[in-house]
């Protein structure tokens, strides 16, 4: 087996708290001798489950970030049994960088697992993450959000796996997070996930979708925060109660719930993100940006439900998608 060529500064078996990098070695025309320096966090107190919390899988997504350096720089060894492990800014490069994927290799964080020692940027963080951080830990919570293409409703979501034990662990997980919404999800295209690199080791493991729009708001990162929260009290690492929070179940499984642009344009949202639409009502529209004087393209909702995504940027290209409608069942 190869080995890995990241090396971490801080100690996973030691006691308190301590802030440190994975350094990988990164030549470059700069620095030749170089290392790109990547945060991590361990707190931990004595014997105990473990929790990884990672964040930036996407580097464009910022709930995560966010919560996640205010947890490393406030989470005290007194609060916890076990251990919690912070990975702010997985895809470090593209986090730096406030791109989705790596400016060095193009890489897509969560299409690069399990990763390779000897491979690009992104696989030797993934790699090290499979091999060296998923195997110590317990529960795995994956902060994402929309990113600057993309706005979604705040959800907490785990996977239909086919061990159904697992499954009930990652639901309950998932419902003690308290998102104000959450859904179960089928994935169609699992290659190269974290999460189902990390539900293949038989983890308890949780992903989000927070907001989006290339940034973080406060009504977002409370629902971070508090889910993480959540998350530590319900794997009896950190000591307090759960904090409640009636939550929606979405369900996105309709095969007519995307509704994808067939023209370059500029977009105009003619509803709301949790806007309740019914089928055949106009989501949007998109005007000619070369002309005036034409009539602008109606896009309307194939049924009925609530506006679940939207896209967020101003102009819009053939083939992305303008909105997701789903439908909200109430537990
Ligand atoms: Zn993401």
């Known amino acids: 087996m190869i080995p890995s060529p990241i090396t971490p500064s801080v100690n996973f078996d030691a006691d308190g708290t301590q802030h440190g990098y994975l350094k990988l070695p990164h030549s470059r025309d700069e620095s030749a001798w170089g290392t790109m320096l990547i945060p991590i966090t361990v707190v931990k107190n004595g014997e105990g489950p473990t929790a990884l919390l990672t964040g930036a899988n996407h580097g464009d997504e910022y709930e995560g970030p966010v919560a996640l350096s205010k947890l490393a720089n406030t989470l005290a ?7 919690v492990i912070i990975l702010p800014f997985m895809n470090y490069p593209a986090f730096r960088a ?17 990763g390779r020692p000897d491979g690009s940027f992104t696989e ?25 293409s993309m706005q979604l409703l705040p959800f907490a979501a785990a996977h239909v796996l086919e061990d159904k034990a697992q ?3 990652c639901v309950a ?14 994935e169609l295209d699992s290659v190269g996930m974290y999460d189902s690199a990390a539900e293949a080791l038989g983890k308890t493991f949780v992903t989000t979708e927070l907001g989006g729009g290339g940034s973080a708001i406060p009504y977002t990162l409370e629902i971070a925060e508090t889910g993480i929260h959540n998350l530590l009290v319900h794997a009896g690492i950190k000591h307090g109660a759960l904090i409640p929070r009636n939550s929606v179940r979405l369900d996105m499984s309709a095969d007519n719930c995307f509704i994808t642009s067939e023209h370059d344009g500029l977009l105009e949202m003619c509803v709301n993100l949790g ?9 949007a529209r998109i005007h000619d940006p070369a002309r005036t004087g034409v009539a602008p393209e109606g896009y309307r909702a194939g049924l009925d439900g609530i506006v679940a995504l939207r896209h967020f940027p101003g102009l ?7 909105a997701l409608i789903a439908v909200a069942q109430l537990d």
């Open 316 to 322: 819009i290209q053939c083939g992305d998608a303008i």
């Open 167 to 169: 499954q009930a662990r």
């Open 77 to 83: 060894a007194e609060q916890i049994h076990g251990r």
């Open 124 to 148: 030797k963080i993934a790699d090290y993450i499979y091999c060296h951080l998923l195997p110590l830990s317990d529960y795995v919570l994956d902060l994402h959000s929309g990113g600057k």
């Open 275 to 283: 806007d309740p639409v019914s089928k055949g009502q106009v989501v």
């Open 98 to 114: 406030g791109k989705r994927t790596s400016p060095l290799d193009g890489g897509n964080m969560n299409r690069s697992f399990p």
């Open 173 to 186: 997980a998932m419902q003690a997070f308290a998102a104000p919404y959450h859904i179960m999800l089928v």
